[in-house]
């Protein structure tokens, strides 16, 4: 079994990995823009995934905590791959509406499957101490080739112009087959010796499964605590999705696209892999509420440099670098908190919580100006952190 574990552990690097090897995606909103979208449309597509994100992560995690991880990650891999056929297929508004809810189902397969796995294969190693070093490294892996990529759809867009995205859209379908193959490789490890369950049993095991995650997060003070401070204290996602056509009307040639989010997703990519270095000299928890802070004050500094797209892209690196610090933060605190106890349900019932919350989040602040949006998005993290900092950095 434990040479099953390390497996399983090194195809998740891999994984992760691919899972990065995107073409088209890191650049979709350019792509919308280009296709004739309004930031209202592309708002509106984006809420599409994060509805169907809050709607599916319950039902989807109980899966994964009761049907086994890797048929979880396999129906994502599969979603992933019919989600890049219909961007490369239909490239309208609607089609890209289908591509998000398939966008959603991959995100709520994976959402606390990917961290429940590798966990559960830690454990078995006697590594689950480790979790928070082992999920940075994977997530580095993943903004490795979030690196490479943008940088290879730059030369594409430059060198083929419109037809460029085609060939990128084209590149994201063949690479989501391959991450689709690789989940297949995987193997189940926590069901490996128990009995098959018939209809009955299994929807029993089902529901006890989300009355624990549901006890989990309503009935423990200290997930709670967690629930109100990831809705609150993170941003909803609005400076990354309007980044590319602020840039593009401030200037910056589409071809560039790629380099932005390649440079980018470097300090995202640094933070991710050192982000347990930090927390061994403080501890996640303050590596969660500081640089959830400080991004909020980056959100501030952008708003007011939107017209200068050089500038307002050193301000993107900066923000992917605090981004690249929480996320595996909060992940390894989570996971500390619900002791591996239905943790992939208990995650998502968090996420799907934070899910709804940008959904409307993001249609509120579209109202506003980008510059309005951006201070009245970083006021909320503020005064989140304000009341709620403190009790977080001394949650044990």
């Known amino acids: 079994m434990k040479t099953l574990a390390r497996r399983n552990i090194h195809l998740q690097q891999w994984l992760n990995f691919i899972s990065g090897v995107t073409f088209l995606v890191p650049i979709v909103t350019l792509f919308y823009k280009f296709t004739g979208l309004n930031i209202a449309q592309i708002i509106l597509v984006s809420n599409v995934s994060t509805f169907f994100i809050w709607l599916l992560e319950l039902p989807t995690s109980v899966l994964a905590d009761t049907q086994g991880r890797r048929k979880s990650i396999v129906y ?102 391959i991450l689709l193959i690789i989940s297949f490789k995987l193997k189940e490890i926590s069901q490996s010796n128990s009995p098959k369950l018939n209809l009955t049993a299994s929807l029993k095991h089902n529901i006890d499964t989300a009355k624990l995650a549901i006890h989990n997060v309503f009935t423990n003070s200290k997930i709670k605590l967690l629930l109100i401070y990831r809705t609150l204290a993170n941003h909803v996602s609005f400076f990354p999705l309007i980044l590319l056509p602020t840039l593009s009307d401030s200037g910056m040639p589409d071809w560039a696209s790629g380099l932005v989010i390649s440079f980018a997703t470097v300090g995202l990519m640094i933070s991710n892999k050192f982000a347990y270095k930090l927390a061994g000299k403080f501890s996640y928890n303050k590596v969660w509420v500081y640089s959830t802070f400080v991004q909020a004050l980056v959100l501030i500094l952008a708003a007011f440099y939107l017209e200068s797209w050089l500038v307002l892209v050193g301000i993107f690196a900066i923000f992917n670098i605090l981004e690249g610090l929480w996320e595996p933060a909060w992940n390894h605190v989570l996971v500390g908190q619900t002791n591996s106890k239905a943790v992939a349900t208990t995650r998502s019932i968090i996420f799907s919580v934070f899910a709804i919350y940008t959904t409307f989040g993001k249609q509120i602040l579209s109202i506003f100006s980008v510059q309005q949006a951006l201070i009245l998005s970083a006021a909320v993290i503020i005064i989140t952190n304000i009341k709620m900092s403190k009790k977080i950095i001394n949650l044990k």
């Open 76 to 177: 994502a891999a599969f979603a992933n791959l019919l989600g890049a056929l219909c961007i490369l297929l239909f490239p309208s508004l609607m089609g890209f509406c289908i591509a998000a809810f398939l966008s959603a189902l991959y995100w709520s397969f994976c959402s606390g499957t990917i961290q429940a796995f590798l966990d559960e294969n830690l454990r078995l190693l006697d590594r689950a101490d480790q979790f928070g070093k082992y999920i940075g490294h994977n997530m580095f892996l993943g903004n490795l080739a979030a690196i490479i990529t943008p940088i290879l759809a730059t030369l594409v867009l430059k060198n083929f112009e419109s037809t460029g995205f085609v060939i990128l859209a084209t590149l994201d379908v063949i690479f989501a087959a």
